[in-house]
């Protein structure tokens, strides 16, 4: 399994995107690849998954062990 860890590192110029259910600095598990949009779908804050602008995360290099292990904890 090929999993994509992203840090929240702005909530700055979304229009019409909803911010609110993303916390600055909190790590999130990318469930899809970066579409031809800039968009990227992340489980959120409220638990459930929606699509927000890229840019709005970095993405966060892990071993292949610790992603395994994030997955589990954001999972729960």
């Known amino acids: 399994m090929d999993m994509r860890f992203l ?3 702005s ?3 979304c229009g ?3 911010t609110s259910d993303l916390t600055l600095g909190r790590l999130y ?3 899809e690849p970066e579409d031809p ?3 990227v779908r992340v ?5 459930e998954d929606y699509l ?3 840019n709005l995360f970095e993405s966060v ?4 062990s610790t992603a395994e292990r994030l997955h589990k904890l954001l999972a729960a």
Do not use: K, L
Not at 61 to 64: H, I, K, N
């Open 37 to 39: 949009h800039g968009m």
């Open 29 to 31: 598990e990318a469930i």
């Open 11 to 13: 909530r700055e110029g």
């Open 43 to 47: 489980i959120d804050d409220s638990g």
């Open 52 to 54: 927000y602008p890229a």
């Open 7 to 9: 840090v929240c590192v």
């Open 16 to 18: 019409e995107f909803s």
């Open 61 to 64: 290099e892990v071993q292949a």
